[in-house]
């Protein structure tokens, strides 16, 4: 009986409770907590505590029901990119949806306008760039710079790069694996944050890469020199570069070479359009890249790529 009473005593009824906005979010995130990977649950957190709890803190929910959340929207376009932005009204809606399912609110969340997604600007290096970049790094020949020549070569991302491990380069069958991601996230502990290496955001991202002839001539001397479980570029299995740090380095390297800064993200869009330069077809650069869909490459790429554009018109 006293069992049953403690348990009864435990139980929040739900028609009982005042409901404020905190209250619904701190259930929200711990049923989210299951389902998603712990890098995406630190953004979640850091995306609600910047941005939407300063606005919406301990309203009751109550409240909200009859609320312009149209306000917030116009607050974050003037400080947010619109892909920013659409990133936490999602959240944000997702959070209203378990209200208006768990609570039966009636919280208008049709009513909230994302603004429109504009067409990020697609950074390319041009043929003169890419052969000083290219030749600059050789000469070095540090694993940091190596590291950015496989960027070059296979369009690895920058958390990609710096997580890989010398047993992901297989130079028997020439390919290259890529497994892991890592990044540095928000912790929610006095705004302190870490390094987490896990698995990449989506199961296409998980993908293996040929090694071309000519990366596979950097590699091949490199190899005998590190154990399997060490990490690519520092050569230590305790060691890592985070991608903050490797993108400096990346700037400096621009900088030595007299070449006008980019961001690292730019090895990435360098590689896509040279595969379609040589003739590469989109379902293969595709899976190279480890998009979700074909038509991902398709509004990043093609649309872009005037040269590739002109190249075929002057065919017909």
Known sequence: MKLLNKLKKNIVKKEDDKLNFRKLVNEWLEIK???????????????????????????????????????FVINLMDELSSKTTRDILCILKSILAYGNEEYNCNLKIKKIKSPKLMQEKVEILSNKERGKLENACIRENSLKSIGILICLNTGLRIGEVCALKWENINLDKKLLFVRKTLQRVYENKENGTKVIIDVPKTIHSIRTIPISNKLYEILKPLKKKYKENDFFLTGNNEKFIEPRNYQKFFKQKLKNCKIKSYKFHALRHTFANNCLEVGMDIKSLSEVLGHS????????????????????????
Not at 34 to 57: A, D, H, L, Q
Not at 293 to 315: A, D, G, M, R
């Open 33 to 71: 907590k299951i389902s998603i990977k712990e890098s995406t649950y630190c953004k979640y957190v850091y995306s609600i505590n910047r941005y939407i709890m300063p606005t919406f803190g301990d309203i009751e929910i109550e409240a909200l029901q009859n609320y312009n959340f149209n306000k």
């Open 293 to 316: 869909s074909v038509e991902i490459t398709l509004n990043k790429y093609i649309h872009s790529n005037y040269k590739l554009q002109k190249k075929y018109l002057e065919k017909l």
